[in-house]
């Protein structure tokens, strides 16, 4: 069973940056893919990015590029997410992923065996 734990969430101003982490544990050898979902009270949990960690795959996306930022260690293996110019949409719960699967994308939460327990996100004044 791979486990995984974000940190780095909290209160941050409109226009601020925030960085989240996602430490891996577990039998992470089977893991090809690494992503990011939020969700936002009342609404539906949403694709944020993700890349490989594993193989050849040039796995690398990213819904928010431009303000967002995914990277990764591999050693350990650790994703991030540099979140900068932040506004009152981006409040939500920051949720880390990890899929065995193979795909083509992997913008669909169905793919992801692993979860994180979330780490909140509010920006606010």
């Known amino acids: 069973q791979v486990h995984l734990v974000e940190s780095g969430g909290g209160l941050v101003q409109p226009g601020g940056s925030l960085r989240l982490s996602c430490e891996a544990s577990?039998?992470?050898?089977?893991?090809?893919?690494m992503g990011w979902f939020r969700q936002a009270p009342g609404k539906q949990r949403e694709f944020v990015g993700c890349?490989?960690?594993?193989?050849?795959?040039?796995i690398d996306e990213n819904r928010m590029k431009g303000r967002f930022v995914i990277s990764k260690d591999n050693d350990k293996p650790t994703l991030y997410l540099q979140m900068n110019d932040l506004t009152h949409d981006d409040t939500a719960a920051y949720f880390c992923?990890?899929?065995?699967?193979?795909?083509?994308?992997?913008?669909?939460?169905?793919?992801?065996?692993?979860w994180g327990q979330g780490t909140q996100v509010t920006v606010s004044t």
């Open positions: 890349v490989s960690i594993i193989g050849r795959s040039s």
């Open positions: 577990g039998p992470t050898y089977s893991v090809r893919v």
């Open positions: 992923a990890a899929s065995t699967y193979h795909a083509d994308s992997y913008s669909d939460d169905l793919l992801y065996d692993y």
